[in-house]
């Protein structure tokens, strides 16, 4: 054997093993010690010496679709539960403002990492550097409420399978060990399965959630109550990139980090989403929404105009008003939310009022079967309420096309297993459940923020001995 011949033989094994060490064991090794860290910052788990009588927990899953986990709960997983209702997310249907109303009621500074500042004219947040290994910091969103992170950073997105036993017994560990009355766990773990890997998968995955609740239920040693939901559906088809610079540039605007002129604009580039953040002038936001509804892949886009919003999609607009609760749909040109049969149904059923204008339970009642399930508040809400700066512009795509860095537009990452982010009720629809009592067939963000609300009084007033279940 001659010494280069030795040298490869040699050379091939070590690189196998430092391989291993370095995509196996070491990331295993750093998120299992990072998954110790505890984020709840208003209330730190009690120093007591005995564990309280009676845990709440508060499960918290990413991205996992109202359909599947219906699926599963009719195969006979989540025995211990009542059945699973729908949870109509925010819109945009994203991660950040969607958890960040149920668990802490609150505006995140943008819908993801990244946003804009329009007082000091720049883009703000995360770069995706410091994101890649890091899950959060002090940021008025829903992480401080956090007794237990199951992410590892967006690494998840390349390696989703690699983290899950160690999240899975990192939970596992932390719950039984807790000692205090409330316990909220976040696992974004499911999200990036969705992704990456898609239905099939994200089903195995939670399968093994059924297992761990099961098991932590009977391992703890205490009563417990459970709330698990999600924030948003997946649409489980692959999802060509959408190019929403080119056509803007062609159409003479300018893509700016600042907004100097009329002509610039700022669009937020964060992870592969069906939805879009553009920020610009509102006198240019008609005419950039008016080349936007020409783009393949674009469904709609919505922005204000003085007291109203206008819903601008390919050949149709119409004018959202808000007076109150109630809201008024008025098309301009052809139906954009395909709500023509519905307002004539409520028009006739004497639940307008005579300017128009209809409650919104009621607009809830009849649309949250509907292809975009409650639509006239959640675009109010996306460009108003939602989080602290909003988009001038927001765009909701049609189901298969999504929008995100550059670098989606490769071959290598292209298309994926799924996304959310759109208005469509495929992207939107999230569940909810519990093992104390049935819940509703449809629910809203805020339905999840009361109960946890409710929870945190009953804390405050003994709620260890009684439970939500008696309440
Ligand atoms: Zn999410």
Known sequence: MNSTFKRKF??????????????????RFWFSAYLKNDYHIPDPPLAQAKK????????????????????????GFFKGFYKPGRLVSTFPS???????????????????????D?????IKGFTLLRKIFSSTEKYPDYHPKLHFLGFPGYIAYVFPDRFTQTAIDGFK???VEFKGTEFIAYMGISDAISHVRGREALKKFLKRISRLLDETRNESGVQMDMVVFSDHGNNFVPNQWVDLVTPLERAGFSDSKHLETQKDFVLIQNGFVSSAAIYCSNKTAPSISETLSHVNGVDFSVFKAGNSVIVHGKNARAQIRKQEDRFRYTPITGDPLSLGPIM?????????DTNGFIHENDLWEATRDHIYPDPLRRIWDGLHNLVQYPATILVSFKDGYAFGPDIFNRQLIAGRESTHGALLASHSNGFFMTDFKPVEPYNRPKTVANLLKKAAELKGNGFKSRGLKNE
């Open 10 to 27: 040699l050379i091939i094994p070590g690189l196998i093993v430092i391989g291993v060490i370095c995509f196996t064991i070491l990331p």
């Open 52 to 75: 309280a009588d009676r845990l709440c927990l508060i499960f918290a899953l990413d991205g996992v679709p109202f359909d599947l986990m219906d699926e599963l709960y009719k195969e």
């Open 94 to 116: 994203l991660t950040r403002p969607a958890f960040s109303r149920m668990l802490i009621g609150g505006k995140p500074f943008g819908y993801e990492r990244l946003y804009f």
């Open 118 to 122: 329009s007082s000091e004219n720049r």
């Open 173 to 175: 560990k932390r719950v």
């Open 344 to 352: 004539h149904d409520l028009n006739k059923t004497g639940k307008a």
